[in-house]
């Protein structure tokens, strides 16, 4: 049976005031979204980094080892730091940038206390086999869905696979509400802990740390002490912005309305850059319902990249580079494999942006139409 009181969750939303009407929305969507993932406890954070911090306090990872891919968000790092564990990154698989099991299976040890498994771009990490090689030892895993919420992986939900998972509603997510964010767990045991810390006035202790993380942040970094005092000194504040609130239900509801829709063109985007000669594409399987949060494909040849940059930008399609590796923003990291496929990813990678909110997909597919076409004869010709 599905535990979770919205009325409850929706008063820990309201803590930065908010009338009974709000109240009552607030309630009406948490059920909305608690019955999407049919997960038995959702609870508000203010961030996906928030609600990764909430999270490890309640695993209780201090002085112990948190194991991360190298390829992702410096947030997941901060986060850890802040919750006084030691991030280890391990390298990343070729095939799809989600944490490598051979890299994991070497770094794991009884002082792991919990692997932080990133859908990376949106593609579903393989957290079965992760289950598998942490079960020996008392380690959690948590699904940071941050990218990926709104696909399936089998059956399951996006986000609902881990001991924990974590969503965020930040910049460039697929529901952008600039802030916000929701844990979900099955665990009625992890769900209590959670809540004692969320309740708990836990900023000071953040504040407390961030001599800590500051000094592990490489100053060059933008990532560095000026930077995360300016830009992220609420950055671990769990409220959600009376604001973001009020947007949640008519950006929640344009999402899911237009899910189905996205998913069918993602499909799309895949056939068409398959079809493009010295473009390699990564593990996604169009049979299977997930949404990449950007559809990404690796250009093995330096040649090749110039010209897509060209074409993309005269077809007017957006896209991003991965994120550098992690060893980049952070100097005390611990490493302990090679990460020859993540350095290898973070040049060759390129990602398509789309917004989930509406037929952008669609737009980005007629564009994908024509760019194949100019891309295919000129790569003939080189
Ligand atoms: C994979 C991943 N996890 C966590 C976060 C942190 O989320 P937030 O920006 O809501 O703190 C991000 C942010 O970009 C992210 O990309």
Same mark, same amino acid.
């Given at each position: 049976?599905?535990?979770?009181?919205?009325?409850?969750?929706?008063?820990?939303?309201?803590?930065?005031?908010?009338?009974?009407?709000?109240?009552?929305?607030?309630?009406?969507?948490?059920?909305?979204?608690? &019955?999407?993932?049919? *997960?038995?406890?959702?609870?508000? #954070?203010?961030?996906?980094?928030?609600?990764?911090?909430? *999270?490890?306090?309640?695993?209780?990872?201090?002085?112990? @080892?948190?194991?991360l891919? #190298?390829?992702t968000?410096?947030?997941?790092?901060i986060?850890?730091?802040?919750?006084?564990?030691?991030?280890?990154?391990? &390298?990343?698989?070729?095939?799809?940038?989600?944490?490598?099991?051979?890299?994991?299976?070497?770094?794991?040890?009884?002082?792991?206390?919990?692997?932080?498994?990133?859908?990376?771009?949106?593609?579903?990490?393989?957290?079965? !086999?992760?289950?598998?090689?942490?079960?020996?030892?008392? *380690?959690? #895993?948590?699904?940071d869905?941050?990218?990926?919420?709104?696909?399936?992986?089998?059956?399951?939900?996006?986000?609902?696979?881990?001991?924990?998972?974590?969503?965020?509603?930040?910049?460039?997510?697929?529901?952008?509400?600039?802030?916000?964010?929701?844990?979900?767990?099955?665990?009625?045991?992890?769900?209590?802990?959670?809540?004692?810390?969320?309740?708990?006035?836990?900023?000071?202790?953040?504040?407390?740390?961030?001599?800590?993380?500051?000094? =592990?942040?490489?100053?060059?970094?933008?990532?560095?002490?000026?930077?995360?005092?300016?830009?992220?000194?609420?950055?671990?504040?769990?409220?959600?912005p009376?604001?973001?609130?009020?947007?949640?239900? !008519? @950006?929640?509801?344009?999402?899911?309305?237009?899910? !189905?829709?996205?998913?069918?063109n993602?499909?799309?985007?895949?056939?068409?850059?398959?079809?493009?000669?010295?473009?390699n594409?990564?593990?996604?399987?169009?049979?299977?319902?997930?949404?990449?949060?950007?559809?990404?494909?690796?250009?093995?040849?330096?040649? =090749?990249?110039?010209?897509?940059?060209?074409?993309?930008?005269?077809?007017?399609?957006?896209?991003?580079?991965? %994120?550098?590796?992690?060893?980049?923003?952070?100097?005390?990291?611990?490493?302990? *494999? &090679?990460?020859?496929?993540?350095?290898?990813?973070?040049?060759?990678? %390129?990602?398509?942006?789309y917004?989930? !909110?509406?037929?952008?997909?669609?737009?980005?597919?007629?564009k994908?139409s024509?760019?194949?076409?100019?891309?295919?004869?000129?790569?003939?010709?080189?």
């Amino acid at each position: 049976m599905i535990i979770l009181t919205a009325k409850i969750v929706s008063i820990g939303l309201n803590r930065n005031g908010g009338d009974q009407q709000n109240l009552s929305v607030q309630a009406e969507i948490l059920t909305k979204i608690r &019955d999407f993932f049919q *997960c038995k406890h959702l609870l508000p #954070v203010g961030s996906g980094t928030s609600g990764l911090y909430t *999270c490890l306090r309640a695993i209780g990872v201090r002085k112990k @080892k948190v194991i991360l891919p #190298v390829l992702t968000c410096p947030n997941i790092v901060i986060a850890v730091y802040a919750a006084g564990g030691i991030p280890v990154v391990v &390298d990343v698989s070729e095939n799809d940038y989600n944490i490598s099991l051979p890299s994991l299976k070497r770094a794991m040890d009884h002082d792991v206390k919990a692997v932080i498994a990133v859908d990376s771009f949106g593609y579903p990490a393989p957290i079965r !086999e992760i289950k598998k090689i942490t079960a020996p030892y008392q *380690c959690f #895993v948590l699904e940071d869905a941050c990218h990926a919420y709104g696909g399936k992986s089998g059956n399951e939900k996006i986000g609902t696979r881990g001991d924990a998972g974590v969503l965020s509603f930040g910049y460039s997510k697929p529901v952008d509400l600039l802030g916000g964010g929701f844990l979900l767990t099955q665990s009625d045991t992890l769900a209590q802990r959670l809540k004692q810390i969320i309740s708990q006035w836990w900023f000071y202790q953040v504040k407390s740390k961030r001599n800590e993380i500051a000094l =592990n942040l490489m100053m060059e970094s933008k990532y560095s002490l000026f930077s995360y005092l300016a830009r992220y000194f609420f950055l671990l504040d769990y409220n959600w912005p009376l604001r973001q609130i009020q947007l949640l239900p !008519e @950006k929640w509801t344009m999402f899911i309305n237009h899910l !189905e829709k996205n998913l069918k063109n993602m499909s799309q985007v895949h056939g068409i850059i398959s079809e493009c000669r010295g473009i390699n594409t990564f593990g996604y399987d169009p049979g299977v319902n997930w949404l990449p949060w950007r559809y990404s494909f690796k250009i093995p040849d330096g040649t =090749n990249r110039m010209v897509f940059e060209k074409l993309a930008q005269e077809n007017k399609i957006d896209f991003t580079r991965l %994120y550098p590796p992690l060893d980049r923003h952070f100097k005390n990291l611990v490493i302990n *494999c &090679d990460l020859d496929h993540a350095r290898d990813l973070a040049s060759t990678v %390129y990602n398509l942006t789309y917004s989930l !909110e509406n037929d952008n997909t669609a737009i980005l597919t007629e564009k994908l139409s024509v760019f194949s076409h100019q891309w295919n004869s000129m790569i003939a010709k080189t």
